[in-house]
């Protein structure tokens, strides 16, 4: 983990992936998150405005400000004019007057966690979770039967860390692809070797040349990567984290 304590200009190459981490604290004034309205959109603003609960309210806020303020590393625009679009099927892009470089990025947050994944045209995706007591039975039917009987061989006390590295690898890889219309999380499963995470499935088609990466970037954080490469490459990851005042 490469602790970072202020902005710089960043560079990626296509066979490397910058993973960004940052916590904000739970308990924000309002007149603090007023103070970064102006980082959004319109229809971020709608978007903002929509959410019921305060803290789920500032949490998207602080997301954008996060995203925003990490690609503006890579992109010659300053963060509040940067634009975000979205896909067909909902996942947040590029606009195309803010990408001069192909770049890919994926957001997660969770608990005031936040963790956004950028590569240069490689597809990516992230997920952070919070981990807090869940019994399995709700969730089996998310997992495929491998995965079921892999969770019964773990020994107890560690089954809730390996049952949230399944789940944050599958979000993970279904919000790198986009997928979550054609295929379900029991679809596929990973098998996790001493130095590799893989993905196997039994669906096909299926999308090909994906590479795994799961920590535990802070206490009680869950965090995986999926990223499309070509397998014959080698691929580094690289992983920040924001100790100052990121927000
Ligand atoms: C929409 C979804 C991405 C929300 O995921 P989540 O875990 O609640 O939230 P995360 O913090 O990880 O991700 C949210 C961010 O992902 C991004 N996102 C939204 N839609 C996305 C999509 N279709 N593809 C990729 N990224 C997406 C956004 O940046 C969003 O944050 P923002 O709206 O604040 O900008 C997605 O996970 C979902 O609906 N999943 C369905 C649940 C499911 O079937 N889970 C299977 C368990 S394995």
């Given at each position: 983990m490469i602790y970072v304590n202020n902005f710089k200009e960043m560079h990626l190459d296509d066979r490397e992936t910058h993973v960004w981490f940052a916590q904000a604290a739970l308990e924000l004034n309002s007149s603090t998150m007023q103070d970064k309205l102006f980082f959004l959109d319109s229809d971020e603003l709608h978007k903002y405005n929509r959410y019921k609960f305060p803290q789920k309210r500032s949490e998207y806020l602080l997301g954008r400000v996060f995203l925003k303020k990490v690609l503006s590393q890579y992109l010659n625009i300053s963060p509040e004019n940067i634009k975000i679009q979205y896909s067909a099927n909902g996942k947040p892009v590029l606009g195309s007057e803010s990408d001069s470089i192909d770049l890919q990025f994926n957001l997660s947050h969770s608990n005031f966690g936040f963790a956004c994944a950028v590569t240069l045209g490689n597809p990516v995706g992230i997920d952070i979770e919070y981990v807090i007591p869940v019994e399995q039975k709700h969730i089996n039917h998310y997992l495929a039967p491998e995965e079921i009987a892999y969770l019964s061989d773990v020994p107890p006390a560690e089954r809730l860390k390996n049952l949230f590295q399944i789940w944050t690898l599958k979000e993970a890889f279904l919000k790198a692809n986009d997928l979550f219309e054609t295929i379900?999380?029991?679809?596929f499963y990973f098998i996790f070797e001493p130095t590799d995470i893989k993905i196997h499935t039994k669906k096909t088609p299926f999308p090909e040349n994906w590479k795994f990466y799961f920590i535990m970037p802070a206490d009680n954080f869950s965090l995986a990567l999926a990223v499309q490469t070509d397998y014959k490459t080698k691929h580094d990851v690289k992983y920040y984290c924001c100790d100052f005042n990121f927000f």
């Open positions: 379900s999380p029991n679809d």
